[in-house]
């Protein structure tokens, strides 16, 4: 079955440092999807990325970069320069795409970040 | 509006009393789907719906049920809400199971 584990229940870091957000999956399929989405204080949940199983490029947008290691089942988010309003609740997820149909997102449970001005 | 749009928002209801949450897209999404937000356990799924008439259940679907006769609808009914229903709902919809979910602004349940 699939499950995604986010180990950091909350980081507090100063703005401006980096901070890695981590995520580690575990799915029997060879065809899967991994996302982030982002939850400020408002509350509503915003997309952030996706990215399948054959692709195993970085990604780089603006101040956020996503690190993708299929040897590792890891999906790591970075935020560079982090500033106030990075703070949220961020969720990684992953979706299954077996033969049979696909699987909704399975979402781990989260980590607090704090960005301290 | 276009989007996702739930309502209400907030909901306070009694031990026993049936409830139900509405959530209409109006992307045409094929799927649609009920997550519940609880803290220490992130987002879990009760319900979801491939199509029109087309239901199946998530992680935590005891005490819920869903419908689906239209496309943009997808109600979710607590049938005699328990206090430990208390918790975030949040309707997402997607065009395929695997793409990204697009979420409602959440409704805030309490049951006393």
């Known amino acids: 079955a699939q499950k995604v584990t986010q180990a950091q229940t909350e980081i507090s870091v100063v703005e401006k440092e980096d901070v890695t957000l981590d995520c580690v999956y575990e799915?029997?399929?060879?065809?899967?999807?991994l996302f982030w989405y982002k939850q400020p204080p408002s509350g509503e949940l915003v997309f952030l990325i996706r990215?399948?199983?054959?692709?195993?490029q970085n990604e780089i947008s603006g101040r956020y970069s996503w690190n993708f290691q299929k040897s590792t089942s890891s999906f790591n988010f970075t935020i560079t320069a982090s500033q106030v309003v990075d703070s949220a609740v961020y969720f990684c997820a992953l979706s299954e795409a077996p033969k049979t149909g696909n699987t909704p997102l399975v979402f781990g449970k989260g980590t607090r970040l704090s960005v301290i001005a | 509006d276009a989007g996702i749009t739930q309502s209400p928002r907030y909901k306070i209801t009694e031990t026993g009393r049936q409830v139900t949450l509405m959530c209409h897209q109006t992307w045409s999404h094929s799927y649609m789907f009920w997550y519940r937000q609880d803290l220490g356990h992130g987002l879990r799924l009760i319900y979801y719906s491939a199509a029109a008439d087309i239901t199946d259940k998530g992680e935590v679907p005891d005490g819920y049920v869903v419908s689906r006769s239209k496309t943009e609808n997808f109600p979710l009914t607590l049938e005699s809400a328990t206090r430990s229903q208390t918790s975030v709902y949040f309707c997402?919809?997607?065009?395929?199971?695997?793409?990204?979910?697009?979420f409602g602004q959440g409704t805030r349940l309490t049951v006393v």
């Open positions: 990215r399948n199983s054959f692709d195993e």
């Open positions: 997402a919809s997607s065009v395929r199971g695997f793409s990204e979910a697009f």
């Open positions: 799915t029997r399929d060879t065809t899967y999807y």
